[in-house]
């Protein structure tokens, strides 16, 4: 089982850090602590060039997008494009044809204030609403099926009468068994700690994994109940299996010239599949982008200076990798800093491997993935956010 970490936090504001649950339709801020294995060496096989060639191209303004972030890959290859603005979200088929248009703004049903994590229960679509605190289940055609409240929502960490162990719990996904896996908090005596829950059909709650905290020393800055994070380091990244077979947690280390970055992956059952770190490309950081970044921490108050030294004490000396994204099949796909030419991504077998590499087009985000092709949102000159799906050619 993935170690239970216990992380005392401050009583003083316990809510700073909700907005990390509240807002996860993208990613989770979850991470691991260790690195069980030695770096992979490379070899022909990570270090192989693979080739990606464009096959389905939804235009920003031919389609008409308001403003789009994570896109949302169905079990028939279907497309789900969420419109943040419009509180609804477009449905395409594999061949990129519009078949149906959900939500809009509003309380009733099929209606969001915020259009929060997508996933599928076999066929049925799936969409999480923090700010209504609901799950909507919706037909292939776009038709309510049902509406469930959340349990254990009740975001209040310092309640008088807690009605659970739990609260804060946003469901990402439905595994095979039926259960709910998501983000939640755990109400411990004077503080709250992040955790991975799973609630099968009975309702009864068990925690998979307790990554570190938000509040990690190594890359954040705690005074007086108050965080911050350090400039440049890398904020713990969690992604979970759209199918909800697995958790990847993901850290990195840019402590000095030769960094890494740290993957692991969990399954529901309390196995750790694998713990390892990968050495990556280290570009260091002007000492004057740090001391800007260090001076834009916080306002001047009279807790500044101690944030300023802290984050000093912590600076990173390398870039930070950018994203990472756990494919439909398991892979795991991590892109580097972004360059002129385009963004380096690593790919990771579902064992751990690397096993290629590929550059990603400038303006380019991968949203989901797969060793057959992947679908990024990719912006225009104008700023405005398109779904491009990629084939993946691999050498031999």
Not at 167 to 195: K, T, W
Request: aromatic letters at 8%; a negative charge.
């Amino acid at each position: 089982m993935y170690r239970l970490t216990r992380t005392p936090r401050s009583k003083t504001d316990p809510r700073r850090v909700l907005p990390v649950v509240l807002n996860v339709g993208a990613t989770l801020c979850l991470a691991c602590a260790g690195t069980g294995d030695d770096p992979p060496r490379s070899g022909a096989s990570g270090d192989a060039e693979w080739e990606i060639v464009e096959d389905l191209r939804l235009d920003a303004e031919a389609e008409d997008f308001s403003l789009i972030g994570r896109l949302y890959v169905g079990p028939q290859r279907e497309i789900v494009v969420p419109e943040l603005q419009d509180s609804r979200m477009r449905v395409y088929d594999s061949a990129g044809t519009l078949v149906t248009m959900i939500g809009r703004s509003g309380e009733g049903p099929g209606e969001f204030q915020h259009v929060g994590p997508v996933y599928w229960a076999a066929d049925t679509l799936v969409v999480g609403d923090g700010s209504l605190a609901r799950t909507t289940y919706f037909l292939a055609d776009g038709t309510v099926a049902r509406t469930e409240a959340f349990r254990f929502w009740n975001p209040r960490f310092d309640a008088e009468r807690p009605d659970s162990t739990f609260f804060a719990f946003v469901p990402q996904a439905i595994d095979d068994e039926g259960a709910m896996l998501g983000a939640a908090y755990l109400r411990l005596r004077e503080s709250a700690e992040l955790v991975v829950l799973r609630v099968p059909r009975d309702g009864t709650p068990g925690v998979v994994a307790s990554p570190p905290q938000y509040e990690d020393e190594r890359w954040s800055v705690t005074i007086s109940g108050l965080t911050n994070p350090v400039p440049f380091a890398f904020r713990p990244r969690s992604e979970i299996a759209p199918d909800g077979s697995g958790f990847l947690f993901m850290t990195a280390d840019q402590s000095t010239l030769d960094p890494t970055y740290n993957l692991t992956l969990v399954r529901p059952t309390n196995d750790t599949v694998f713990s390892r770190s990968y050495a990556y490309p280290g570009e260091p950081i002007p000492d004057s982008a740090m001391e800007r970044g260090i001076a834009g921490m916080v306002p001047e108050n009279n807790l500044a200076r101690r944030f300023r030294a802290g984050a000093r004490a912590r600076a990173p000396v390398v870039y930070p990798p950018a994203y990472v994204t756990l494919g439909l099949d398991g892979t795991i796909w991590v892109e580097l800093r972004p360059t002129d030419r385009g963004t380096p991504v690593h790919v990771i077998s579902e064992a751990g491997d690397r096993i290629g590499s590929l550059l990603l087009p400038p303006r380019s985000r991968i949203r989901q993935a797969g060793l057959t092709h992947l679908w990024v949102t990719e912006s225009d000159a104008l700023g405005l956010a398109g779904v491009v799906r990629y084939q993946v050619i691999r050498p031999g």
